[in-house]
T-cell receptor
Framework: DQQVKQNSPSLSVQEGRISILNCDYT??????FLWYKKYPAEGPTFLIS?????DKNEDGRFTVFLNKSAKHLSLHIVPSQPGDSAVYFC???????????FGTGTRLKVLA | GAGVSQSPSNKVTEKGKDVELRCDPI?????LYWYRQSLGQGLEFLIY????????KSGLPSDRFSAERTGGSVSTLTIQRTQQEDSAVYLC??????????FGSGTRLTVV
């Protein structure tokens, strides 16, 4: 039972364009969400988060949108850069608990 | 230390052998997690340690897997009688309480 789903295993985007990575979840108790970025042979690193009391959080080129009614979040990267090429994981948690549930990841390739 | 340190970074072992994977968390982080990423899969929760509390072992896939955390710091994940399906990247993470994780670079385990 995959509670957090990333249905696109890979995505290719031209440099300078927008990258949109999607994530769906099934557990309505989740109220905090994160995106992690992972380069090969490195551990995932935190990128951006959003609480369920918000529907948008922005940090530089990265924006996360949350649609609670659809149980959907997305990560927008604009403009995309070749250094953004990595695997992106979304993760969700219920406040007061300790275990993040991760999606299967989306491999983003930004073409120069 | 400055980050989460895992060793070895790579391990190739023969089927049926035992392996030990080590994680040195960030100093002062009370929570320690083990996850694994199998080919084409997301990050799968294995076990969670928090301070002196009993660990949450609910994610361990079989009784061949065990983990301990000595002195509230270093953790060792042991896999006995390894099988080919154990091949994965094993990731350790630590955090302050229930905050976001800091991951190590992982141990890539290959069972041949």
């Amino acid at each position: 039972d995959q509670q957090v789903k990333q249905n696109s295993p890979s995505l290719s985007v031209q440099e300078g364009r927008i990258s949109i990575l999607n994530c769906d979840y099934t557990n309505s108790m989740f109220d905090y969400f994160l995106w992690y970025k992972k380069y090969p042979a490195e551990g995932p690193t935190f990128l951006i988060s959003i609480s369920s009391i918000k529907d948008k959080n922005e940090d530089g080129r990265f924006t996360v949108f949350l649609n609670k009614s659809a149980k959907h979040l997305s990560l927008h990267i604009v403009p995309s850069q070749p250094g953004d090429s990595a695997v992106y994981f979304c993760a969700a948690i219920t406040s007061g608990t300790y275990k993040y549930i991760f999606g299967t990841g989306t491999r983003l390739k930004v073409l120069a | 230390g400055a980050g989460v340190s895992q060793s070895p970074s790579n391990k190739v072992t023969e089927k049926g052998k035992d392996v030990e994977l080590r994680c040195d968390p960030i100093s002062g982080h009370t929570a320690l997690y083990w996850y694994r990423q199998s080919l084409g899969q997301g990050l799968e929760f294995l076990i969670y340690f928090q301070g002196n509390s009993a660990p949450d072992k609910s994610g361990l896939p079989s009784d061949r897997f065990s983990a301990e955390r000595t002195g509230g710091s270093v953790s060792t994940l042991t896999i006995q009688r390894t099988q080919q399906e154990d091949s994965a990247v094993y990731l350790c993470a630590s955090s302050l309480g229930t905050g976001g994780y800091t991951f190590g670079s992982g141990t890539r385990l290959t069972v041949v």
